[in-house]
């Protein structure tokens, strides 16, 4: 089974190092779930009640590989009552929200065993802000060896607000009052007189949505390699993941007969408003942003100016080629790895070789986008939707935000050299003919997903089934079928990418071989030995390496651990346990009902000369974690599109790269279960 390569992480060190062999799966899956089982209340679980009132955090430092340092630093906090209240906002970018949460993050990363993980978790879920709770244990779940198995529940279902509109949350409290069980239907928010809605399925997909959110805890901006390893690739990881959203949106659009979209300017008027139709839990609903407004000064962030003149200072780096360290020495950027530089730049990371003079581009941002509701804080407004990663995609503004990083990004790979013949060329190996099996075609189909975490309840009342649903994309599954072949060796190893972009504009339009090449979305890359001869590859888009399976819902998660506990069986939820990486139904663009064009390319590329690490073939399929934290493709996400192409006739010389025009259908189609 594949996991979603593309954004892998990696299991560190010191975080409940010492291996709790005595804590089954299913144990751990079991103290996972009912932590997070209505985050909102007090906790249900009777060992997780007794932990929360009787253990004391401090008594016994031996269980920290830091002597208890970090468990000190926030019970201090916690005595002095400076900490984030209950029952109120929590926003990543806030801060002091973020400080408390990694104050939290910090002492679950020097816990020496999984039981006292839990201990303390019971005991700062009855005290800390639930936000900040919520968002401490995903990021530790993501990073622990211990917990390398534990599958964290849809966060759509553990805090629903973020992802349903108000009117949905208003009903389900209502059906909660009459104790009536129901199902709600979601719709998209905006009218057919806004042209944004008619992408709206895409920004406001739930999936896409907790994608956003786990890529940004598995490679977050604010983590220190002190916590416990390097992150490989980081900056570019950035660019990728986000060039990638970017290059989708815009075939989304074009399937919808809209133009791609405008890059945001900062001297220039937003000129698509929002009214997000979303409400916090607690705090009152999301800011709205009209039509046409200037981006203004926000107190306490940042003024207009500032931001331009960051963006003058990267464009300048990327015009003379490198980067300034805050010593004053030079990062030379002009090759592969000048993007990695470049993300932690932009966004900017604590990687950042200079945050003191290139800024937090992309952090400021989307703090001054979600901001222009109320920018000198007159009316005490919450945080606005690009201030969360969960609701961000949300806004038409946040896809034309990165529309015009990822122009910044483009100026820097455009300034590299073009890749040469002798560089694109697998010598001995040719892709002779490249099918599709079956049709591309998309479809909606009714999602639907529990509410029972939105609203409140008390334990003397049983629950009753509250549900939404809401119409997501898909895909008929299909395969491609690519011939090879090898007058190389037996047992050549070659590393197959799979591209495909838009072949015209919303006007019908021919896109030029550099802007297709420099839209293509990355359908997916994996690796093959090639026997001598004739090899005829068949892969399903099942198994896309650049996706990952919807998770089984909160309930059936509970109900498959239970049953695991008390059967004693095991509990296999292996093809869930990266949340990193697209949904596989996203894996296709919409497309339309005459077939929307696209140029597919097969490239094969020399595996042996490609790979970071040894024995790539032979490690199921694909990794997620990475040989002690290395990238296993070391060439430059995107390649061999990344770069600037001058002359296309190349990329039909090389033999070992293949291109095809498909259609992508969509004929309408919305499958209900209601």
Same mark, same amino acid.
């Given at each position: ?13 010191? &975080? ?74 929590? /926003? ?59 599958? &964290? ?110 890059? &945001? ?83 900017? /990371?604590?990687?950042?070789?200079? /945050? ?18 109320? +920018? ?41 050299? /073009? ?151 095991? &509990? ?59 990238? +296993? ?42």
């Amino acid at each position: 089974m594949k996991t979603a390569l593309l954004l892998l992480a990696v299991a560190g060190a010191a &975080l409940f190092s010492v291996a709790s062999a005595d804590v089954s799966n299913a144990q751990k899956q079991h103290d996972v779930n009912f932590l997070l089982w209505k985050v909102n209340e007090h906790l249900r679980d009777e060992t997780h009640k007794g932990y929360a009132k009787t253990f004391d955090p401090e008594a016994d430092t031996s269980h920290y590989s830091d002597n208890g340092e970090a468990v000190h630093r926030l019970m201090k906090e916690l005595k002095d009552h400076r900490l984030l209240e209950q029952k109120h906002w929590f /926003s990543l970018f806030n801060d002091r929200h973020r400080e408390e949460a990694l104050m939290l993050f910090d002492v679950f990363m020097h816990c020496k065993d999984w039981v006292t993980g839990i201990k303390l978790a019971a005991y700062f879920r009855e005290r800390m802000n639930e936000g900040e709770f919520v968002y401490a244990l995903y990021a530790t779940i993501i990073h622990a060896p211990l917990a390398e198995h534990v599958v &964290l529940p849809p966060l759509y279902e553990v805090t629903p607000h973020l992802f349903t509109n108000t009117e949905v949350i208003q009903e389900a409290y209502a059906a909660k009052m009459r104790q009536t069980p129901s199902k709600i239907k979601s719709s998209f928010t905006g009218t057919a007189r806004n042209k944004e809605q008619r992408v709206a399925y895409f920004g406001e997909d739930i999936g896409m949505n907790t994608h956003h959110v786990f890529w940004h805890l598995e490679f977050p901006f604010w983590w220190r390699d002190s916590y416990s390893h390097k992150l490989d690739r980081k900056g570019e990881n950035f660019f990728w993941v986000h060039h990638q959203l970017t290059c989708r949106f815009d075939a989304e659009r074009i399937s919808n007969y809209l133009d791609p979209v405008e890059e &945001l300017q900062w001297d220039k008027p937003i000129h698509d408003g929002f009214a997000p139709h979303t409400s916090y839990k607690y705090g009152g609903a999301f800011p709205s942003r009209p039509d046409d407004v200037d981006f203004e000064d926000v107190d306490g962030v940042a003024r207009v100016r500032d931001m331009i003149i960051t963006d003058s200072r990267i464009r300048d780096a990327i015009a003379h080629g490198y980067i300034i360290k805050e010593d004053g020495s030079h990062i030379d950027i002009m090759n592969d790895r000048g993007i990695d530089v470049l993300g932690d730049v932009i966004e900017s /990371s604590l990687y950042s070789p200079n /945050s003191q003079y290139y800024g937090a581009l992309h952090n400021t941002a989307h703090i001054m986008l979600g901001r222009q509701a109320d +920018p000198h804080g007159k009316y005490n407004l919450p945080p606005g939707v690009m201030e969360h990663f969960e609701t961000a995609t949300r806004d038409p503004g946040f896809f034309r935000l990165h529309k015009y990083m990822d122009n910044i990004f483009r100026e820097h790979k455009d300034s590299l050299p /073009s890749y040469t013949f002798d560089e694109l060329d697998f010598k001995g190996v040719s892709v002779t003919n490249v099918a599709i099996d079956g049709t591309l075609e998309t479809y909606f189909e009714d999602f639907e997903y529990s509410l029972i975490n939105a609203v409140d309840d008390t334990e003397s009342i049983e629950d009753v089934d509250i549900d939404t649903y809401v119409p997501r994309l898909d895909h008929k599954e299909f395969s491609y079928n690519i011939e090879i072949n090898n007058e190389k060796d037996p047992d050549t190893l070659a590393t197959i990418r799979i591209f495909a972009w838009p072949h015209e504009d919303n006007n019908g339009v021919d896109f030029s071989f550099d802007d297709g090449r420099w839209n293509a979305i990355e359908l997916d890359r994996f690796w093959v030995k090639l026997s001598a001869g004739k090899n005829n590859i068949v892969c399903k888009s099942t198994d896309s390496a650049v996706t990952v399976h919807d998770v089984p819902s909160f309930k059936t998660l509970m109900e498959k651990t239970e049953a695991a506990l008390s059967g004693g069986g095991d &509990l296999d939820l292996h093809d869930f346990e990266s949340a990193t990486g697209l949904p596989n139904r996203f894996l296709l663009p919409k497309g339309n009902h005459n077939g929307m064009k696209f140029d597919l390319f097969v490239c094969v590329t020399d595996g042996a000369a490609d790979a970071a690490i040894a024995d790539l073939h032979s490690k199921d399929e694909f990794l997620h974690y990475g040989a002690n934290g290395v990238y +296993p493709d070391k060439r430059p996400h995107g390649y061999p599109f990344d770069r600037h192409v001058e002359d296309e006739r190349l990329f039909d010389q090389v033999t070992n790269f293949h291109h095809i025009q498909v259609k992508v259908f969509n004929h309408g189609e919305h499958i209900h279960h209601h």
